[in-house]
C-alpha cells in the first residue's frame, strides 16, 4: 500500500520560511518523479514543482520559482519542499504527489500524470 505523508506545514510571516516533507513508502522510491502541488482557497489546485527520479532535474512554476527549492532522499525515501520569501499568495494546501516514470529527466507538471498523492498540510502566511 503506497503511502504519502506530508508534513511541515504551518503558520509563517510573510517573508518568512517553511520547509515541507514527504515521506513515502510501499513504493520503490527511485522508480517515481515527485511532485508538490498546491490548492488555495476557491482556486484549482495547481503545479508547484517536480523533482526527477535521480533526483537530476527539477521544474518549478513561475510564482514560485527562486524561492521554492526541491530535494529529495533516496535513502530515506523523503521529498522536501523549501519554501522561502513566502508571501500570503502562497497560502494553500500544499499537496505531494508520485508519478512513476520511465524518464530519467521527467518532472511532469501535470496532474494527471501523477499515480499517488499524499493527503496535505495547510501552509498559511500572514501578511
Known amino acids: 500500500q503506497v503511502q504519502l505523508v506530508e508534513s511541515g506545514g504551518g503558520l509563517v510571516q510573510a517573508g518568512g520560511s517553511l520547509r515541507l516533507s514527504c515521506a513515502a513508502s510501499g513504493l520503490t522510491f527511485s522508480n517515481y518523479a515527485m511532485g508538490w502541488f498546491r490548492q488555495a482557497p476557491g482556486k484549482e489546485r495547481e503545479f508547484v514543482g517536480a523533482?526527477?527520479?535521480?533526483?537530476?532535474?527539477?521544474n518549478y512554476a513561475d510564482s514560485v520559482k527562486g524561492r521554492f527549492t526541491i530535494s529529495r532522499d533516496s535513502a530515506k525515501k523523503m521529498v522536501y519542499l523549501q519554501m522561502n520569501s513566502l508571501n500570503p499568495e502562497d497560502t494553500a494546501v500544499y499537496y505531494c504527489?508520485?508519478?512513476?516514470?520511465?524518464?530519467?529527466?521527467?518532472?511532469?507538471?501535470?496532474?494527471?500524470?501523477?499515480?499517488?498523492w499524499g493527503q496535505g498540510t495547510q501552509v498559511t502566511v500572514s501578511s
Open positions: 504527489a508520485a508519478d512513476r516514470i520511465w524518464s530519467v529527466s521527467g518532472t511532469p507538471t501535470a496532474q494527471v500524470e501523477y499515480d499517488y
Open positions: 523533482i526527477s527520479k535521480n533526483g537530476g532535474y527539477t
